[in-house]
Structure formats: structure tokens, C-alpha cells
């Protein structure tokens, strides 16, 4: 584009009272959307636990000596009367697994998982491995047992630690349940390649396991307190956490407000709780298993909300019982998921699972896979997603540019055509059938199609949602560096400048330079397909032209990077589109003899009684 041509446009943006006004106006009520919310949307408060009544108290001398190998070491081996040790008693202990995709530490109190870092995947944040297992505390940790229903505390007692090799260990511990003993053992078991790993959960009495049944559940399992990596919720709007549930036929996705508890009491096979780009599921080998199911956003540290998922077991009848679980940590996408359909494509042999289902594509899934793929065999040869999205936004506008150039001109021909449908429709008013009749006539006669400007808009909306939803979510661009010290990670906002403190209201402490050249360009193009169109200088065409843009900036402000790159360089190259379509039209309408209102020039007298 020409520098004398940005220069005309420029001056050409000449703002009335009432156009500034209504700017104003939305500029503040977008603002005060943010300190009003908290007001007009109230956070629920936590469902209040009810007291158990269940006596449980753990029998510090009398553990199992679970001596046997792991082979040997099933459900019914764990029998309280072998190889008692009277009065002993257990300090706490870490226990240190490394694979090759993780790092897991877990405790011997209540044995459960403390820390779970993805050695492949760094957070930006901290130049670390991401953390899945976050807002950890001593009273909730992850995979943490309670006997009962999900109102029981968790079990917060040290257990013996038998570790039987590198990647497997077992945590045992003898209870007195309502005067009856019961032995507990949890059994991990990771393996190298794998983001699943295997929980077993080991019961024994002496009498009958029915006296852990407290509120329909004989136990309760629970995801972490909250998913991986840590994020500002002020600065990043575009992060989300996700309660999932798959049913064997499709999944449901639910999200909550800070400091909720819901029950979810449908059959499900597995359930998942999901951030943007990780999520942690929890499926039993054998679904049937399942009680009821709930999820959590209490707020329990530093006005955090937790995202949390608890399973409960339904009771049990017997002496002995081993529940095992698969549990998936680590990527949202589905090449890391799909393995676990095919049971030749993971170490664990499992198939048919459809953890694939917790992919967060939208409704438009197939064109997003259309689109990924040409993503992604453009980034094999530039080698830099950013360029990437350039180079893909620019082939997507030339395969649009036919549709933009046709539904102009399709404008024009209605424009040609009206004056004769409006005859019709008045000649024929009463006889609605003949005025069909006489209207498809001129459609012939003119080569007129009423649907030829639709058609064209709703593909390109299309497209529009497709690559929002991609971009927002495509876990490629998490760390994806474009301009290194501008724009160093695609997945978050761009900065060029750090705040000392945060701006009130907004919450904003960076200043980002993509969301500034996003609304120039916004502008731009406002400007310029007023200018191509019908020439309206109403109100809402003038709000539409230069007060969405800044409503735009506002909301879009911390979107990621990668979003605001594809709609900047979509925006600057429809310009350049719009401007020789203008051209087009204008010299159509001089064939067809017709003048927009802004081709028409002021009568003399006219121009001189304006002020």
C-alpha cells in the first residue's frame, strides 16, 4: 500500500461528537465490566461438609510386614496378622521416581503424590519443567485417599514405604475402622515413554470391608488440588480449567466460578480435569467401580481456586479387593492421547480408553485439523511458527479473496436489481406465490443470486472461528519463540515493557505492542470497507468503524500472541484486497451508471452553507 495512500485514509478519520462519545461510553463500560463482575456475579460458596460419624483412626503398632515381592503382593496378601510389628511407628519419607518424561516425588504421609514435573514441556514462568501437581498442601495432595464419601478428610498418616525397584512403590498402613482392622496399600508403577502410570489401590480385613461405607462410598480419590503450570488469572483471561467426564460415548466439559463444589452423579468411565494445554485423568481398569463424581474451585491458598475432580468408590462387600487405575499426567493434544486407543501403542497395553476426548477443539474440529495440517507442513520448512501463521493467514486470504471479490460485487447487482424487486413485491403484495414467481424471473433475467453474498460470509466466519479456536489452544505455540525479546512465547501476550505496579481496574502490568498494531489495524480496515461500501455515515456505522476496535483492544489485550499475529496480518493483507476491490467497484458502477453517495459531489450552494 502507498504512503500518500495511508496519508488520505488518516485524514479521512475525522471523528464527530457523537462518534467520540459513543467511544467513550465503551471504553467505560468495558472497563467497569471488570470491577463490576465480582459485584453482578457473586463466586457460590462451598457446599458445607457433613460431619462423618465414621471412627477412623490409624493403628500406629500393628503394620503389615509386606515382605513378598510385587508379584505376590495382591489385595488378599495384605493380611493384617503376618509378621506384626508391635508398637512401631513411621517418620515421614520422600520417595524420588525419574522417568524419561517426568520427575515424581511422593510422601509416605497418606501416600500421595507432592510434586509431578514434565521434563519435556518447560514452564516459561520458571525455566522449569511444568509442574502438574500444583497447590499442593497438608491437607490436600495429589491422588490423596479418604475412607468414605468425598466430606472426609484425607488420609494423613505415615505409611511404610517398600520400594521394589526404580519405578514401583508401595505404600502400606494398618486402620481401625469402627473397631475392625483394615489394611490399606497404594501401589505406583511408572514406566519410561509414558504419561500414563498405574495406581493400585490394596484392601484387606479380617472382617468385612462394608465398614468403610460412609454416604454410598466405600473410599474417595482425588485429583491434585490444582492442574499445572501456575497462572496470573489477572493477566491471563485466556487460561481456563476444565471437569470432564466421558461416558463411553462422548465427553462432557464443564467450567466452574472461584468456590464451587458440584456433584456430578451420571455414569462415567473416566473423569479429567484440563487446563489450556494439560490435563490429569483418572480411569479405572474397571468403570464399574464408580460412584458419584465432583469437582471443586475452592479457593483454599492465596486466592487461588482450586480445579480439582474426586472420584468415589462404591461400597464394598468382602475381605479383599485391588482397584486399579490408569492415570494420564501430562499434554493436551492428541498425539500424546491417542496412543492409549490402541493398545500396541503404549507400554501399558491399554486400548479403546478415548483420553483423546479432554481435546479442547472446537465444534468446527475437522476444518481445525485441515488447518493444523497445513500449519504445521508450512512450520517444517520456514522452521518458526510465528512465520508460519504469516505465511498460512496470507494463503488463507488469497483463497478467500474470490468469495470477498464476489459478495462486493454481488452488493452492486442487488443495488442494480432493487428498484425492479420492489415493483414486484408492490405490484404483487396480496398474491405472495406470483410475486415468488415474477422475482425468480428477474433473478434469471439478471443473473442475480440472493444467496451469493451469504454463502461467502458464512465461510469465512467459518474460517474465523476455526482459526481462533486453533490459535488459542495449539499446544505447539506454548514457548514458541517468533521475535525473541518481543514476542518470545506465541501461547501468551507479547511485552516490550515490565510495569513496577499494575494498572487499577484492568490489571494490566506489561505494556504489549501487538494488541496497539491490531487496533491501527482494525481501524484501517473499518475505514476502508466504509469507504468500499454503500457510503453510510449513520451513528452505528461510524461506532462500528472506530468504537469496536477499542472495545477489541480492551478484550483482546492479553490474548495470546499467536491469535492477535493472525488477525493483525489478516487484517493489514484484506486491506490491501479491500482497496483494489473499491477500485473494481467503482469502475463497475461507472459501467453500470451508478454513484454511491460519497461519489456524489455537494451542489455548489450546498457546500457553501456547510459549516
Not at 517398600?162 to 475402622?177: E, G, I, M
Not at 479491500?578 to 451542489?603: H, R, V
Request: include cysteine.
Amino acid at each position: 500500500m502507498r504512503a500518500d495512500t495511508i496519508r488520505s485514509l488518516s485524514k479521512e478519520i475525522k471523528l464527530d461528537k457523537n462518534t467520540i462519545i459513543a467511544i467513550v461510553l465503551s471504553t467505560i463500560v468495558v472497563v467497569a465490566s471488570f470491577l463490576l463482575q465480582p459485584i453482578l456475579f457473586p463466586q457460590l460458596t462451598q457446599v458445607p461438609a457433613e460431619e462423618t460419624t465414621t471412627e477412623v483412626q490409624a493403628e500406629e503398632n500393628n503394620v503389615a510386614d509386606l515382605s513378598q515381592s510385587l508379584q505376590g503382593s495382591s489385595a488378599a496378601s495384605l493380611n493384617a496378622n503376618e509378621n506384626i510389628s508391635a508398637g512401631e511407628s513411621y517418620a515421614e519419607e520422600k520417595v524420588t521416581i525419574n522417568t524419561d518424561v517426568a520427575e515424581i516425588v511422593l510422601t509416605s504421609k497418606g501416600g500421595d503424590i507432592i510434586s509431578y514435573k514434565l521434563k519435556n514441556h518447560m514452564d516459561t514462568d520458571t525455566n522449569e519443567g511444568v509442574q502438574i501437581s500444583d497447590s499442593i498442601t497438608e491437607t490436600n495432595r495429589t491422588l490423596a485417599m479418604s475412607f468414605g464419601g468425598v466430606e472426609s478428610s484425607i488420609i494423613n498418616e505415615n505409611f511404610k514405604v517398600q520400594k521394589f525397584d526404580d519405578k514401583t512403590v508401595l505404600f502400606t498402613k494398618n486402620f481401625v475402622v469402627n473397631g475392625k482392622t483394615v489394611t490399606l496399600g497404594k501401589r505406583y508403577s511408572f514406566k519410561d515413554g509414558e504419561n500414563v502410570f498405574k495406581l493400585d489401590i490394596l484392601l484387606h480385613s479380617d472382617g468385612d470391608l462394608s465398614v468403610l461405607t460412609k454416604n454410598g462410598a466405600a473410599y474417595t480419590i482425588r485429583t491434585s488440588p490444582q492442574i499445572g503450570p501456575h497462572f496470573d488469572q489477572k493477566q491471563d483471561r485466556y487460561e481456563y480449567r476444565e471437569y470432564i467426564t466421558y461416558n463411553d460415548k462422548k465427553a462432557k466439559k464443564t467450567r466452574l466460578s472461584a468456590n464451587q463444589f458440584k456433584k456430578y452423579d451420571k455414569d462415567f468411565t473416566w473423569s479429567a480435569i484440563a487446563g489450556k494445554y494439560f490435563t490429569e485423568i483418572v480411569a479405572p481398569s474397571n468403570s464399574d467401580i464408580i460412584g458419584a463424581g465432583y469437582f471443586s474451585s475452592n479457593v483454599e491458598t492465596d486466592n487461588y481456586p482450586n480445579a480439582q475432580a474426586f472420584t468415589e468408590r462404591k461400597p464394598i462387600s468382602g475381605s479383599d479387593v485391588e482397584d486399579s487405575y490408569y492415570v494420564y499426567f501430562g499434554p493436551r493434544n492428541e498425539k500424546d492421547l491417542l496412543r492409549y486407543n490402541v493398545s500396541d501403542n503404549n507400554g501399558w497395553g491399554i486400548a479403546n480408553k478415548r483420553f483423546n476426548d479432554v481435546s479442547n477443539a472446537g465444534m468446527l474440529s475437522w476444518l481445525e485439523k485441515i488447518l493444523k495440517f497445513v500449519l504445521q507442513m508450512v512450520q517444517k520448512v520456514v522452521k518458526n511458527w510465528g512465520v508460519a501463521i504469516i505465511v498460512v493467514t496470507l494463503l488463507l486470504r488469497l483463497i478467500l479473496y474470490p468469495m470477498s471479490r464476489n459478495q462486493s460485487m454481488s452488493t452492486l447487482k442487488m443495488q442494480e436489481v432493487q428498484p425492479r424487486m420492489q415493483k414486484i413485491q408492490e405490484k404483487y403484495a396480496d398474491n405472495k406465490q406470483k410475486q415468488q414467481e415474477e422475482l425468480a424471473k428477474l433473478y434469471k433475467e439478471t443473473g442475480y443470486n440472493p444467496a451469493s453474498g451469504c454463502l461467502p460470509m458464512v465461510f469465512q466466519f467459518l474460517i474465523i472461528f476455526a482459526m481462533y479456536n486453533l490459535f488459542n489452544n495449539y499446544f505447539e505455540f506454548r514457548g514458541a519463540s517468533f521475535i525473541p525479546g518481543w514476542i518470545p512465547d506465541l501461547s501468551k501476550g507479547d511485552s516490550i515493557l515490565t510495569f513496577k505496579f499494575t494498572i487499577p481496574l484492568l490489571g494490566w502490568n506489561q505494556l504489549r505492542l501487538l494488541p496497539i498494531i491490531y487496533t491501527v489495524s482494525q481501524l484501517f480496515f473499518g475505514k476502508i470497507t466504509q469507504v468500499g461500501g454503500a457510503g453510510q455515515t449513520n451513528g452505528t456505522m461510524k461506532f462500528m468503524t472506530y468504537g469496536m476496535p477499542f472495545i477489541f483492544f480492551f478484550l483482546f489485550y492479553n490474548a495470546p500472541s499467536g491469535l492477535l499475529l493472525y488477525w493483525t496480518v489478516s487484517n493489514a493483507f484484506q486491506m490491501g484486497q479491500q482497496l483494489l476491490i473499491n477500485k473494481m467497484m467503482k469502475n463497475k458502477k461507472a459501467e453500470m451508471g451508478m454513484a454511491s453517495a460519497t461519489d456524489k459531489k455537494l451542489p455548489p450552494k450546498a457546500k457553501k452553507g456547510k459549516k
